[in-house]
């Protein structure tokens, strides 16, 4: 079976963190108020991997943060963990459930939280990028100011709101911009190609068509904590006009959420979600082959050192224009292996999304690496105003070697979250 680490750097940090958490673990007072006793069964093995779990908070508690406590019961042990609440709008407490042992029983208790040594998750902006850290660990960058081309390309390439760099947990680039063969190009980037909208046909993909692009307008918030790092911001695709005449078809709402497991560092989890609406005018997103939330991976990869995988069975081979809950995009960087797991989530327009993948022959036969879930790949999606639409994404980016069970345990967990049984004892 294929595994995120080698078993010398498995033992490596189980012994650190051993050391660490014997020093913490705690002989919590009998005395102490217990508000909830939390259940978490896990109905499968998650294959080495952490999973993120989320509960409302308010209906168990109306206790502030600061005063709240969440210990996990192991034996006759009672172990700190480290918890996040977000409160927008409504009150949420995020932890990650290891993957053993099958079922774990937390008690939520009043008391200080848990001050943990583990690096903080934040989102530090500078010079028109935000960057999603670890610590000092750089993890994944959003550029909200714009990013223009070489000197001597048409500036109609210019663009923001986009991911780039994306980085593997040991810091190699997964990304690219504005490579030569396709200047429109952004790392990992959601525009749409063929979109009908007051009569016309729009491009918002292919920029030298000049007819459409997507802007970054504002932030709405950041979000830094111990459990994760979030940002969320709002997109414009506008309609490129005559004498200045711009138009703004769709608003987006993207919201890119990290996790980072501070005791196996050799991957990281990175939630994007997307909000359309139509502020306007009715939108129609028409058939093409490719087009939505797009991957254009490191120059490093071509066809002789990355390979992919679906959970269907298909390969770079035959993986173009099939459907997946799944795919796994993975090559080698430096002397050692990287990738990125993409999954799309159950409710998504057309899920199984279909795929576009660039083919080996891809780019006179270099076989360059492009991946992208394109939901409108096979069939037109209509948007109306007044209404939400909503495609949500997860990431598990490694270095290592991963392969099926992982990617098949990891979107379990993703598409279908572990229940939290609660037994409430006092508010």
């Not at 709101?161 to 990304?175: C, K």
């Not at 429109?184 to 063929?194: A, E, F, K, M, V």
């Not at 770079?316 to 080698?332: E, F, L, M, N, P």
């Amino acid at each position: 079976m294929d595994t995120l680490s080698t078993i010398s750097k498995r033992l490596m940090h189980a012994r650190r963190f051993r050391a660490f958490f014997i020093f913490l673990i705690t002989t919590i007072s009998a005395s102490a108020q217990k508000i909830a006793t939390l259940e978490v069964v896990l109905d499968r093995p998650a294959a080495g991997l952490k999973v993120p779990v989320q509960l409302m908070l308010d209906p168990i508690t109306s206790m502030a943060d600061s005063m709240l406590s969440l210990v996990e019961i192991r034996g006759q042990k009672k172990v700190p963990v480290i918890f996040q609440v977000d409160a927008d709008p409504e009150r949420k407490i995020t932890w990650l459930v290891d993957d053993q042992p099958k079922k774990h029983v937390y008690e939520l208790v009043k008391g200080k939280p848990f001050k943990s040594d583990a690096p903080e998750l934040k989102a530090v902006k500078k010079g028109g990028a935000l960057t999603l850290m670890a610590g000092n660990r750089k993890l994944l960058q959003y550029q909200y100011g714009t990013v223009y081309p070489p000197a001597g390309v048409d500036t109609v390439f210019r663009r923001s709101a986009f991911i780039h760099p994306l980085w593997s947990p040991n810091g190699q680039i997964l990304t690219s911009i504005q490579p030569p063969d396709h200047y429109h190009h952004y790392g990992l980037w959601n525009p749409w190609t063929h979109v009908l909208f007051e009569g016309d046909t729009v491009d918002f993909w292919n920029l030298k068509a000049k007819q459409g692009t997507v802007r970054f307008a504002d932030f709405i918030s950041h979000t830094a904590g111990n459990v994760y790092t979030q940002y969320d911001a709002l997109h414009e695709h506008v309609v490129l006009g005559n004498n200045d005449r711009e138009k703004v078809a769709l608003q987006e709402v993207q919201t890119v959420r990290v996790y980072a497991p501070s005791d196996n560092p050799d991957y990281y989890i990175a939630d994007i979600t997307v909000r359309l609406n139509c502020p306007g005018s009715a939108v129609r997103l028409l058939e093409y082959r490719y087009g939505g939330l797009g991957w254009r991976a490191t120059e490093e990869w071509t066809k002789e050192n990355s390979e992919v995988l679906t959970s269907e069975g298909k390969t770079r081979k035959d993986a173009d224009g099939s459907k997946a809950r799944w795919c796994i995009v993975q090559g080698k960087l430096d002397d050692e292996n990287a990738g990125v797991v993409m999954m799309s989530y159950p409710v998504n327009y057309n899920h199984p999304e279909p795929l576009r993948i660039w083919p080996e022959n891809a780019n006179r036969n270099r076989g360059d690496m492009f991946a992208n879930f394109s939901p409108t790949k096979d069939m037109d999606w209509p948007l109306e105003p007044g209404r939400n639409y909503v495609l949500k994404y997860r990431f598990i980016v490694f270095n290592g070697k991963l392969g099926k069970e992982q990617a098949e345990a990891a979107w379990h967990y993703f598409s279908e979250p572990p229940l939290i049984n609660v037994t409430r004892h006092t508010r």
